[in-house]
């Protein structure tokens, strides 16, 4: 069965599912609106001593850069790296445009995040017959309205098509056809599969399971044993099986925010402080879709990046601002006197709802 192939099965239908992924998506905006920046290793995020990356020019990654790594870290590994300030605002508008050329496709499209999706399109809004020309259009199409480049992976399940969106990046695309699925997963090690984090790889690694292979000749029983629920779907991806359907509403289960301070923290007063802004940046997202939440939960980082989080649910949905306040607060005091300095504070409401009780879509993320 040659690739063509793949788009032309015969009933049963074979889903058509594209995975767009913008590359280096920040940082791309970055050099694209200064012409200086561009060919050099660029770090979207704060240069200070507390800053974190957010994104990195391809030209960074080469040094070992990547997103969320400290930023001292950052330019230890790369002396030439520069620190560009994140535009949101500017990011969420080119995404925006991005998901009108999405819409003109098909109307099942899933947000991930700003900058990548899944879009099924087995059935597309302009009858183009193969998968993978409907992604090299799309690609051409975002490339001609903002001069960014997008890559993109085509197959017949979520799972494969994020993989294959990897598989040639930058500025590529690559189809995993239904014979080709099984083989491509069997020889992927762990840590590749998406929703495989480093403790569930090293999980998997001390239980001498290091390919999807390995997964693969593991029995249901025996995942689900050492890894709960997701036992099931790690023995169904191993053997290239995924039935998640793309969800035109996918559903936002919590909003939060958090910020990492230029001075460690140890007093009670200054902390509730620093709490107003979180506070403050969930309750507008509360107002502006209508969603409450039942389920307040503090995070704390401490000098020594020792992470501990605690939860208090309510009754009821938390209608007002105040109450966010005090419930985050609550959870805070309950822990005086904390142990150590604190060099993060994080806030998050989950057990999201709408005023009529329904689960809020996804828009873009705060």
């Known amino acids: ?7 032309q099965t015969a009933a049963p239908i074979t889903r058509k599912i594209i995975h767009i992924d913008m590359d280096a998506f920040y940082a791309s905006v970055e050099q694209r609106d200064n012409p200086d920046l561009r060919g050099k290793p660029v770090a979207v995020g704060g240069s200070a001593e507390r800053g974190v990356v957010a994104a990195a020019s391809y030209e960074a990654r080469k040094f070992g850069v990547r997103s969320a790594m400290p930023s001292v870290t950052a330019k230890r590994q790369c002396p030439d790296l520069i620190f560009v300030k994140p535009r949101f605002e500017v990011y969420k508008a080119i995404s925006r445009q991005i998901r009108d050329i999405f819409a003109e496709h098909t109307p099942i499209i899933e947000p991930l995040s700003l900058d990548e ?14 998968a993978r ?5 799309i690609r051409q199409k975002i490339k001609a309205a903002t001069a960014l480049n997008a890559s993109a992976g085509i197959s017949y399940n979520k799972f494969l098509a994020k993989l294959a969106s990897d598989h040639r990046k930058p500025n590529g695309q690559y189809v995993i056809s239904p014979e080709m699925g099984p083989a491509f997963v069997e020889a992927l090690p762990v840590s590749k599969f998406h ?15 290091f390919t999807g292979l390995d997964i693969r000749n593991q029995t249901m029983e025996f995942l689900q044993h050492n890894f709960g629920k997701s036992g099931v779907y790690y023995y169904w991806i191993s053997r290239g099986v995924d039935d998640r359907p793309v969800q035109a509403n996918r559903i936002r289960k919590s909003i939060g925010a958090e910020n ?29 879709t209508g969603s409450r939440g039942r389920t307040v939960t503090l995070k704390v980082k401490f000098f020594d990046f020792e992470i501990i989080t605690r939860a208090r649910s309510v009754s009821a949905p938390v209608t007002s601002r105040e109450d966010l306040e005090r419930l985050a607060a609550g959870l805070l005091q309950a822990e005086m006197p904390l142990p150590k300095s604190v060099r993060l504070l994080g806030v998050s409401l989950s057990s999201l709802q709408t005023a009529g009780g329904a689960t809020p879509q996804l828009n873009l993320p705060i």
């Open 260 to 288: 990492t301070f230029s001075n460690d923290l140890t007093d009670f007063d200054a902390m509730v402080a620093e709490l107003q802004p979180l506070v403050d940046k969930i309750w507008r997202h509360c107002q502006a």
């Open 117 to 130: 999706a899944y879009l099924d399109v087995t059935e597309n809004l302009q009858g183009i017959p193969l």
């Open 133 to 137: 020309d409907v992604a090299l259009r």
């Open 195 to 209: 929703g495989i984090g480093p403790a569930t790889g090293a999980k998997f690694n001390g239980l001498g399971i």
């Open 1 to 7: 069965m040659s690739l063509s192939d793949f788009d």
